[in-house]
């Protein structure tokens, strides 16, 4: 028996996903726990695995098109079963064509869609009228050269089916140079980037779920967030020189080499544990002040930032937090994430240090109460007594949701990060 592949629901705010690359193809085997797509989510790109085996005998949505959560994307059947009226019940969620694609002169007529194949997908009978035809039908003819006009079907609704093409087939011409399955899967999505016929062209280059749901929060973070911003220098030449000591050892020891913003990171938890007036959310008629501490890290990713998140991070040691931090940020450029690793979050870390940035006010992420944001260690002339002296200075910034914290209260959180990046022994106890 058919079964239906549906667009799962990735993350806890996913209301629907695109479908990126399909990693089968129709007429392909599946089995249970292959991966067969990559779906674009609102928070990151994840592969879907399958919980079935069979064979894709029908793509309902096409590479670049979108589908709400819940809606056939794919047939999963057996070898040779017809499955050419399943599914067709449930639609994907509609892509505009860019505006480029009006400037045609010969566009598709109303009722196809941007991603069909082209005419011999599906042809026309004798008399005009449109051929019926499965899509494993249409696999099979295409590679027999079956001439899919002159055939009848035998089923339901006159629809050609395999055994058709598999009758008329025998000792037909050579196969055809590529079937239309590989055709319709290489074909332009609808969010592809138009290129530029010339040097010097402009470009159009359409949202990615990912960029469309960055822009919509971030404009309602900076739209309804009462932001205030709270900058402060440290002193980083004890980090550092505390952070050398360790990796000396550590490369001995367990193999990880500790960075600077493990440290930050740490010195982000007890601060959120000391004041516990951050680590929390507006909720309307009332203030959560949250038990646990959850660290959003901010990671740069091809399209767009994702925030994976450190869990019950006040329980766990430096090199617990070091080591998840380098896994969850691989993962995220590899797309492996889990949608559950992205919860949980309560106070988010954005560091632009290693790009050369000194100092920046980052946009708060919903509904957190902060943001912290690191800029580079910079060696620059110090007063110390009575004398100048060359130094290492750190500017940490906090960005702030006045209706959680006020002024104070940011000041006096920034005012313990000082404390523990300027007495770094101190997270380590």
């Given at each position: 028996m058919a079964s239906e592949l549906e667009m799962p629901k990735l993350s806890d705010t996913m209301t629907e996903g695109t479908i990126l690359r399909w990693l089968k193809k129709e007429g392909d085997a599946v089995e249970i726990g292959d991966e067969i797509a990559e779906i674009e989510t609102d928070k990151a790109t994840m592969a879907m695995e399958v919980f079935d085996e069979g064979i894709l005998s029908k793509i309902m949505v096409q590479e670049g098109?979108?589908?709400?959560?819940?809606?056939?994307?794919?047939?999963?059947?057996?070898?040779?079963e017809d499955v050419s009226d399943s599914g067709s019940s449930s639609k994907p969620a509609e892509t505009p064509?860019?505006?480029?694609?009006?400037?045609?002169?010969?566009?598709?007529?109303?009722?196809?869609?941007?991603?069909?194949?082209?005419?011999?997908?599906?042809?026309?009978?004798?008399?005009?009228?449109r051929l019926r035809v499965s899509p494993l039908a249409r696999k099979i003819a295409e590679?027999?050269?079956?001439?899919?006009?002159?055939?009848?079907?035998?089923?339901?609704s006159g629809r050609i089916v395999k055994k058709d093409v598999e009758a008329a087939g025998s000792g037909s011409a050579k196969p055809a140079a590529s079937s239309s399955a590989p055709a319709a899967a290489a074909a332009p999505a609808a969010k592809a980037i138009v290129p530029a016929a010339a040097s010097g062209e402009d470009q159009r280059i359409e949202l990615s779920t990912m960029r469309k749901i960055i822009a919509d929060r971030l404009l309602?973070?900076?739209?309804?967030?009462?932001?205030?911003?709270?900058?402060?220098?440290?002193?980083?030449?004890?980090?550092?020189?505390?952070?050398?000591?360790?990796?000396e050892q550590a490369e001995k020891t367990t193999g990880n080499k500790y960075t600077i913003n493990d440290f930050i990171v740490?010195?982000?938890?007890?601060?959120?544990?000391a004041v516990p007036q951050v680590n929390a959310s507006f909720a309307g008629d009332h203030i959560v002040q949250y038990a646990s501490v959850g660290v959003s890290v901010a990671v740069a990713v091809d399209d767009g930032l994702?925030?994976?998140?450190?869990?019950?991070?006040?329980?766990?040691?430096?090199?617990?937090?070091?080591?998840?931090?380098?896994d969850i940020a691989a993962r995220s450029r590899d797309k492996k994430l889990r949608p559950d690793e992205f919860d949980g979050g309560t106070v988010t870390i954005s560091n632009l240090g290693s790009y050369g940035i000194d100092s920046f006010d980052a946009i708060v992420n919903p509904p957190q109460a902060i943001i912290l944001s690191v800029g580079n260690i910079v060696k620059k002339p110090v007063v110390v007594g009575d004398e100048i002296k060359p130094g290492l200075?750190?500017?940490?910034?906090?960005?702030?949701?006045?209706?959680?914290?006020?002024?104070?209260?940011?000041?006096?959180?920034?005012?313990?990060?000082?404390?523990?990046?300027?007495?770094?022994?101190?997270?380590?106890?």
């Open positions: 098109e979108k589908a709400a959560v819940g809606a056939v994307i794919g047939i999963l059947g057996d070898e040779g064509a860019p505006a480029e694609e009006k400037k045609e002169a010969s566009p598709a007529p109303a009722a196809s869609s941007p991603t069909q194949a082209p005419a011999p997908a599906a042809p026309a009978s004798s008399d005009g009228s590679e027999k050269g079956v001439d899919l006009t002159t055939l009848t079907g035998s089923g339901p309602t973070s900076k739209v309804t967030i009462p932001h205030f911003y709270l900058h402060v220098e440290v002193d980083a030449a004890p980090l550092m020189s505390l952070r050398k000591q360790i990796n740490k010195a982000l938890i007890n601060a959120s544990v994702v925030t994976p998140v450190v869990k019950n991070a006040e329980t766990k040691s430096l090199l617990q937090i070091s080591r998840e931090i380098k200075r750190l500017n940490l910034g906090l960005s702030c949701d006045h209706r959680v914290v006020d002024g104070a209260v940011g000041a006096q959180f920034l005012a313990e990060m000082k404390k523990l990046i300027e007495n770094p022994a101190l997270m380590l106890v």
